[in-house]
């Protein structure tokens, strides 16, 4: 579906190629300054590279337009704030042709009680819940149809535990939809519990990519964050969890 082909930007990043199908959810894990945000915005085509090109199904982004790309795909970008006093159903019905919360988002984001509230006196976890929910909406119709493309710049911040599930849980829904999804996230464990793959940034560069469970090891995350971390096997989930060293 999405297809970087060594794409850079002026010591933002340098030399990426990716490939993102259908029925993926990629997580871009990496430290601070990366380039994972770099990514997700060119990946949305919201800014040129210098070099390389994207394609959304073997066309070139530039020339499918921002108008058609809204239809497809979404980019929750890490801070979002409307500069006025607005509903949150105001915000919701402005932003999105779909006039209603979707069931499936609902259960999961708990939206409905929050409608009548001024988007900006809600809690930064709340904010982010209907941030996520206003995207999702944006591109409902693709994603019932399993034909969009989910760019998510750290979609869980400020959210509690009980919700960081919840919205995982949402998200690998619509995985299994045969949606795209890719994603940045600082969460090691959540990212090799649930995504399918992963991507390694560090310095501007994809220095790994390939299956989460392969892409993801002790040596690559410890070298990753120039960080000692411990794996430890968890039985139940038969899964690794990573802790750093102290
Ligand atoms: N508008 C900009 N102009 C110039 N440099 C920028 C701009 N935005 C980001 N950068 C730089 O590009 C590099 C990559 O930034 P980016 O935001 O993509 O990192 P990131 O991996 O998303 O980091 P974080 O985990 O902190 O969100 C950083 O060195 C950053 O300072």
Redesign the pocket.
């Known amino acids: 579906m999405l297809a970087l082909h060594n794409i850079s930007l002026f ?3 340098s030399g990426v190629s990716l490939r993102v199908e259908r029925g993926q959810w990629w997580t871009l894990l ?10 997700l915005s060119l990946a949305a085509g919201l800014m040129p590279c210098e070099q390389g090109f994207i394609e959304l199904d073997g066309l070139p982004l530039q020339e499918i337009g921002l108008a058609n790309l809204a239809n497809r795909r979404c980019l929750v970008t ?1 801070s979002y704030s409307v500069g006025f006093h607005v509903s949150v159903q105001e915000m919701l019905s402005f932003y999105s042709p779909h006039p209603h919360v979707p069931e499936l988002v609902e259960q999961h984001l708990q939206i409905k009680a929050l409608l009548l509230q001024s988007f900006d006196t809600l809690s930064g976890g709340e904010r982010q819940r209907v941030h996520l929910a206003r995207n999702l909406m944006q591109i409902w119709t693709s994603i019932e149809q399993g034909d969009a493309l989910l760019l998510l ?2 979609p869980l911040q400020q959210m509690d535990v009980k919700y960081q599930v919840h919205a995982l849980t949402l998200l690998f829904h619509i995985q299994q939809m045969g949606n795209a999804l890719l994603m ?1 996230h ?1 969460d090691i464990n959540q990212a090799y519990q649930f995504s399918s793959h992963a991507g390694l ?1 560090k310095n ?1 560069q994809m220095i790994a990519q390939g299956a989460a469970r392969e892409t993801i090891t002790l040596a690559r995350i410890s070298a990753l964050y120039d960080q000692a971390f411990h794996a430890i096997e968890d039985t139940v989930l038969s899964s690794l969890y990573f802790t750093p060293k102290a």
């Open positions: 010591k933002r990043l990496g430290p601070n300054g990366a380039g994972k945000s770099t990514l890490q710049d750290e940045s600082h940034l501007t």
